[in-house]
Nanobody, 116 residues
């Protein structure tokens, strides 16, 4: 059974940075398109950034130029570097497969809170 573990969240002031990590047991990320999602209180879970097996990336308009998704297949880890954080980035962040029909069970996520 695949277990996803997200980490690296926390509280940060507007303009600050955080780096999220996603590790997995029971599977390897290599060869799979992966993504980061986020869910703010009372809202649906939204796609934030994605990365293909070949390393091509895509971003939601709201985070373009501020967030960077990357992968280290040797460490079986997906990262999300978040810079210039805004209060509207506050959410629980999750990683999972990009293709919805292939997704694993969601992990616990990691809370990101941006406030002064």
């Amino acid at each position: 059974q695949v277990q996803l573990v997200e980490s690296g969240g926390g509280w940060v002031q507007p303009g600050g940075s955080l780096r999220l990590s996603c590790a997995a047991s029971g599977t390897i990320f290599s060869g799979k398109a992966m993504a980061w999602y986020r869910q703010a209180p009372g809202k649906q879970r939204d796609l934030v950034a994605s990365i293909t097996s070949g390393g091509s990336t895509d971003y939601a308009d709201s985070v373009k130029g501020r967030f960077t998704i990357s992968r280290d297949n040797a460490k079986n880890t997906i990262y999300l570097q978040m810079n210039s954080l805004k209060p509207e980035d506050t959410a629980v962040y999750y990683c999972n497969r990009l293709i919805s029909a292939l997704r694993w069970s969601w992990g616990q996520g990691t809370q990101v809170t941006v406030s002064s």
